[in-house]
């Protein structure tokens, strides 16, 4: 990693040094050929902008070839002052190089911003331009004699340019037609460049649009003035003198352009910065639709689409659905099990069957200016698909750190999926054991009802004729059948409560607020119930009069309270059950009673609350659902 940091960082140098040193030759040659300072200044101004923002962007995005077109344009920006130098074969190359600068400008108008071309007419143009220079440029320059042809043939004076080396053909008549024609083949080429760049502009989602308007706006200014300095060329007489006054505008609308270029690059950068807040922004429990519009909103990409992997596989892999549930179909073979890095790309469908899938290098956008980026989860098995504007790839780091907030919101919604389903399927697992417990003691309170209590009940009959027929017999046999008699009762008073406390019947049999008044009509002190006839669901009932027995019951045993209140009302879906009283308070919730007790209201989804201030009495409120 750190040899090539430190080659990329050689190469860098280099080309900086060779823009320099290109910007200084450039300008003494032009002040020799009998420029003003203040052309050669507004010169060294257009040709060194190119170039320290092409440095700044290359540094900043070395894979994006982006940076080194703005370099090369503000090299080759010089390349025609080589005419005067006064070195013949210097002013040869110069002379043929003249226009470079212009194909190099129109490779960079039709690659911005990712660095490449989308389209094949685009690579078109892109080649023709440099051909154009290299076949027409040499043509004209075989038959430029700069001493003939005198300044009109050139931008500079040449007054001191100095003799052609590859001066072949000594006729001026050619010249001026090869002349000519180079420089209308250069309009014929502009005006493919302008509808290369609105074919562009029209197929261009808002993501691209946003990064392209700015430097946009600038070479419209520039190549129109561009084009009105050819047709100066072109006809003199019409539009003599108008160089004097475009010469300056054009200039300086030509170094508008790689600062809006590189504007635009750097926009693109700072939304790195937001993605960071992508995570918090999408909040605790981020929904698919959410982080789709966070997405949007994060890269300025209103056409983006986030599609999950669905858990399902089709003929040609994954399957994955948009926010609404409804499948995305993208190219067979985009997507296929891999450990590769996150933000793989894809072409997107765009409703071609035919789209075909490609790697990262080289990266090709589909056919509507879209691409798919791939989210891999930590096993390489895709998680997600973005669907995107593919200008957003030129910078891959963006998408890199796109993918990487996604897969943690993922992650995190996920965990919380899987908590809730644990936590759910503990509360279920609770509920049954609950519904097992109440199941169990009624049948406890049946079987007592039935057997136990039954027998005794026989006995106390049987007890009682004896002691009808024992009447005028032995005294203390009457005596010792009576206490019997008196203790059996006992017995079963005792037995009765204990199957009342374990389920009573008058709880299944009438309901919640007749069992709480029963309950509370066996109390020592007074206890004021206000309860409903209504019913609720039987676990939801025998959770309540437990919270309401325990409640009391730890009143009685603790508080010694004077009296208390028992409130059992229906509140929105939610059974609320307040049980409050004027005793000593400071019960601890953390107490083993009552954390039971809010165990068991847990169990069933209910909440209970706890306020027991010392000397101030007890107040426990539990909420129960009743759905």
Request: glycine residues 10%.
């Amino acid at each position: 990693m750190r040899a090539a940091s430190g080659h990329r960082t050689a190469e860098w140098s280099v080309a900086a040094a060779g823009a320099v040193s290109a910007g200084a030759v450039g300008s003494w040659a032009y002040l020799r050929a009998g420029a003003g300072p203040a052309d050669v200044a507004r010169d060294l101004a257009v040709g060194w902008s190119f170039a320290g923002a092409g440095s700044v962007a290359w540094w900043l995005r070395p894979a994006n070839p982006t940076g080194r077109l703005m370099l090369a344009e503000g090299v080759t920006w010089f390349v025609g002052n080589l005419q005067g130098t006064g070195v013949p074969i210097v002013f040869a190359l110069g002379a043929w190089g003249e226009a470079l600068n212009l194909a190099v400008l129109a490779h960079l108008l039709l690659v911005y911003p990712e660095g490449r071309a989308d389209d094949r007419s685009e690579r078109w143009v892109i080649r023709t331009g440099y051909a154009l220079v290299a076949v027409g440029g040499l043509v004209r320059t075989l038959a430029y004699d700069p001493a003939v042809e005198g300044a009109d043939a050139s931008y500079l004076a040449c007054g001191r340019c100095g003799p052609n080396a590859l001066l072949l053909v000594h006729d001026h008549r050619f010249f001026a037609v090869a002349d000519l024609a180079y420089r209308w083949a250069g309009v014929v080429l502009t005006v493919a460049v302008l509808v290369s760049l609105v074919r562009r502009w029209r197929t261009s989602g808002l993501a691209r649009r946003r990064i392209l308007l700015p430097a946009w706006v600038a070479v419209a200014l520039a190549v129109a003035f561009v084009g009105w300095e050819v047709l100066h060329v072109l006809t003199p007489d019409t539009l003599a003198g108008a160089d004097t006054y475009l010469t300056v505008p054009s200039d300086l609308s030509q170094v508008a352009v790689p600062v809006t270029f590189l504007i635009g690059l750097l926009r693109m950068r700072l939304r790195r910065a937001s993605v960071g807040g992508l995570v918090i922004a999408a909040g605790d429990d981020p929904t698919p639709r959410r982080l789709q519009e966070e997405l949007r909103r994060a890269l300025g990409d209103p056409t983006l689409r986030l599609a999950l992997c669905s858990g399902s596989t089709g003929r040609h892999g994954a399957v994955f659905t948009d926010p609404g549930g409804a499948p995305v179909r993208i190219a067979s073979g985009a997507v296929g099990p891999s450990t590769a890095d996150d933000g793989r790309d894809a072409t997107a469908d765009s409703g071609s069957r035919d789209a075909e899938s490609m790697e990262v290098a080289p990266y090709r956008a589909g056919p509507r200016g879209q691409a798919v980026t791939v989210v891999r989860d930590g096993r390489g098995a895709p998680e997600a698909l973005l669907v995107h504007d593919s200008a957003l790839h030129s910078d891959p780091h963006l998408m890199r750190a796109v993918s990487a907030a996604l897969r943690l919101c993922l992650r995190d919604s996920r965990l919380r999926r899987e908590s809730d389903a644990l936590a759910s399927r503990a509360r279920e697992a609770q509920r049954r054991l609950l519904r097992a417990a109440d199941d169990e003691r009624r049948r406890l309170e049946r079987d007592l009802h039935d057997g136990a209590q039954a027998r005794l009940v026989f006995a106390l009959m049987g007890l009682a004729r004896l002691r009808a027929r024992l009447a005028d017999g032995d005294a203390a046999l009457r005596s010792d059948v009576a206490e019997t008699e008196r203790t059996l009762r006992e017995a079963l008073e005792e037995l009765r409560d204990l199957a009342h406390g374990i389920h009573p019947a008058v709880l299944a049999r009438a309901g919640l607020g007749p069992a709480v008044t029963a309950l509370a009509e066996r109390c020592p002190v007074p206890v004021v119930v206000a309860a409903g006839p209504e019913r609720y669901p039987e676990l939801v009932e025998s959770t309540a009069y437990f919270v309401v027995c325990e409640a009391v019951g730890n009143a009685m045993r603790h508080a010694r309270p004077r009296a208390v209140g028992v409130t059992v009302r229906p509140v929105g879906g939610r059974l609320v059950v307040e049980v409050s009283d004027d005793g000593r308070g400071g019960a601890d919730p953390a107490g083993g009673g009552l954390r039971g007790l809010a165990d068991r209201v847990a169990a069933i989804g209910g909440t209970l609350e706890v306020s027991s201030a010392p000397g101030d009495g007890t107040r426990i409120r539990a909420e129960l659902p009743c759905g």
